[in-house]
Structure formats: structure tokens, C-alpha cells
């Protein structure tokens, strides 16, 4: 079981045959405001839920004190800026091998969303590869796997029904035993549909979509872990409404290489590729050699990353700061009682 869950010598090169002895492996599957589920050899529980942990997560499962079980290093790992006014990081899930990117042939398809969880993506280390569904309902197929493909060299573009036979055989390549993979996108693209596909069932509800915007009803509402029998472990999760960027700015530039690799010949080096003499960027615009569009989006996406990095950092060292501040008067009550005493 620990193998089909994804058990691979990352993991097993950070303990020892004690470890395994007496806290086996288990993965997390499910994440409960309380409690996580957690899957392992002849050991399928809840547990008390542990801080900063998320689905695909590794832990030696502590019998005897579940909440002092030790998570292992992540191989990878998928956050971003959380929702709302929060200014810190959501975990969305660990221990990932490769994201389909789920998109539609229909007017959901969006190249900057594509581009953002690219550059999640690529920052994490993890395999994209961007899935089009819907092919067969749409007459400009190819028209939406060249948009697709222009994004970068290195992710692959594949088309497919998903509801037809298609997902087992096209993403066979990347969903081979003991590997994860998962299916990110907005609502109402086929995730759902996708991971049935793979497990051959219909073991998770799925949609229709609203004929008049092309939007998705929500139908996954958590994320999860499935194992597919013989196959791999898949993420299914629900459609996000929003992608906040956050501490990848290497993954925005692999993206965008052609442009970050320009960026590097501006005369200034804090250019913002507007009107600032000797740059590059615009040099290249001007002649034809970048796309307008695509310029936009980067420096949309790399001004929105900057800001958010810099919020959750500021974030982050309030909370250490308060963090200090409460163990300085816990120390000072503690000595208050001793001395009184």
C-alpha cells in the first residue's frame, strides 16, 4: 500500500529501519478542520490535525500520540497567496510529481491562468503539463493548442475528451504506478471527469456547466487524495476562483525566459520596461520581436508577485515578533510565580 501511495526513496533516505518499525509511513489524504485522514499499510485513520500539514503530506504515524507524528520533507510543494485580505501562504498540497493544468475549449480557456500555475509549478519543481478538455465540442481545436503551446517550450499540450477513453492513454505517460499526480483548473473544466477517467469509475460527483458563461458548478468541494487501482495517486480538487502568486519569481522567469533573459541587457537594472532609456524589453517590442500581450501579462505578474512576497514576508515577521513577545512574558510570568513562591 505504502508504494502505491506514492512512497518513493526521497522519503525512505530520511529515516531509519527503527523509524519504520515504530512509526510506519502513512499519507495524508484528506485535511478536516479537525482532523486529517491518513493512508498507510493496513493503516487507514484520523488523526489530530498537525500545523502547516496538507494533503499528499508524508508522516510517521505516532501510535500511542498521533499529534506528535513527524511529517517528513516535501519533494515538492504547491501554496499560494491565501484569499482575501490574509497576507500568508495556503498550502494547496505536497509531494506532487505532475499538475495537469485543466483548461476548456470554450471561452473558460485562459492563457494568464494557464501561465500562473505554470510558474507555480515550475517553482515547485513539479512536471506541468496543460490538459484541454471539451475537444469535442469545440471547432478551433487547434487554434487553442497553439495558444496554449506558445506559453512555453517545455510543457506539453494535449486535447482530449475527457469523458471518452482518452485521459487513460493520453496521460498514461505521467500517471505510471507509485507516482501523484493532480488536476488543477477552475470550475467546471473536467478535473472530476478526468480523475473517473483514470480510475475507470464514477467515484466522484461531477457538473454540468452554465450553457450561457461556460462556468463550471463546484462539485468538488475538498481536496483528496484517489488511488487508481494499478495506477497512480491523483488530486482532485476544487476549481480556485482566484491565484495569488507568492515566492516565485524563478517560476515566473522560466515562463517568461525569453523576457527575463532580455531584462538582463536593460541599462538599469530595477527597469520596469516602460519608458526607461536603454531597455531591452521595449527595444524588442518595438521591432516586433515580443508580443504586446504577453509583455503585459509579465509585468503584470511579476509586480503582483513582488507585492505579495513582500506582504507575506512583512506578515511572517510580525508573527515571529509576536511570537517572541508572548515567550518573554510567559518566561516573565513563569519567574514572577517562582519568585513568589
Request: proline residues 4%; contains cysteine; glycine residues 8%.
Amino acid at each position: 500500500m505504502t508504494e502505491e501511495m506514492g512512497w518513493q526513496p526521497f522519503f525512505s533516505q530520511q529515516l531509519d529501519l527503527d523509524d519504520l518499525h515504530r512509526t510506519p509511513p502513512v499519507r495524508v489524504t484528506q485535511v478536516h478542520r479537525s482532523a486529517l485522514h491518513v493512508v498507510g499499510d493496513a493503516v487507514e485513520m484520523d488523526i489530530p490535525t498537525l500545523r502547516d500539514v496538507t494533503v499528499g503530506d508524508w508522516l510517521l504515524l505516532d501510535r500511542d500520540q498521533p499529534g506528535q507524528s513527524r511529517v517528513l520533507d516535501r519533494k515538492s510543494l504547491l501554496q499560494r497567496r491565501a484569499p482575501g485580505t490574509e497576507r500568508q501562504m495556503q498550502l494547496i498540497a505536497a509531494n506532487i510529481d505532475t499538475v495537469f493544468i485543466v483548461s476548456s475549449c470554450n471561452p473558460d480557456f485562459n492563457v494568464a491562468r494557464m501561465e500562473r500555475y505554470i510558474a507555480l509549478c515550475f517553482e515547485a519543481e513539479i512536471t506541468p503539463v496543460i490538459v484541454l478538455t471539451k475537444s469535442d465540442l469545440s471547432e478551433d481545436v487547434a487554434d487553442y493548442v497553439a495558444q496554449a503551446a506558445a506559453i512555453s517550450d517545455l510543457v506539453p499540450v494535449i486535447a482530449l475528451d475527457a469523458r471518452s477513453g482518452d485521459p487513460k492513454t493520453r496521460l498514461a505517460e505521467w500517471c505510471k504506478p507509485g507516482k501523484t499526480v493532480a488536476f488543477l483548473g477552475s470550475s467546471g473544466v473536467g478535473k472530476s471527469t478526468l480523475t473517473n477517467a483514470l480510475a475507470g469509475g464514477e467515484e466522484i460527483e461531477t457538473g454540468a456547466i452554465r450553457e450561457n458563461d461556460a462556468k463550471g458548478r463546484h462539485t468538488t468541494t475538498r481536496r483528496e487524495l484517489h488511488l487508481v487501482p494499478g495506477g497512480c495517486v491523483v488530486l482532485d480538487t476544487p476549481g480556485m476562483r482566484e491565484l495569488q502568486l507568492a515566492d516565485v519569481a524563478a517560476g515566473i522567469d522560466e515562463v517568461f525566459a525569453d523576457l527575463a533573459a532580455l531584462a538582463e541587457s536593460c541599462r538599469f537594472r530595477d527597469c520596469q520596461h516602460q519608458s526607461e532609456p536603454g531597455c531591452a524589453v521595449q527595444a524588442a517590442l518595438a521591432s516586433g520581436q515580443v508580443d504586446a500581450a504577453r509583455l503585459y501579462r509579465w509585468r503584470k505578474l511579476v509586480a503582483e508577485e513582488a507585492f505579495n512576497s513582500a506582504s507575506v514576508s512583512e506578515r511572517r515577521m510580525k508573527d515571529r515578533a509576536f511570537g517572541k513577545m508572548v515567550k518573554r512574558a510567559m518566561k516573565q510570568k513563569n519567574r514572577g510565580r517562582r519568585d513568589g513562591g
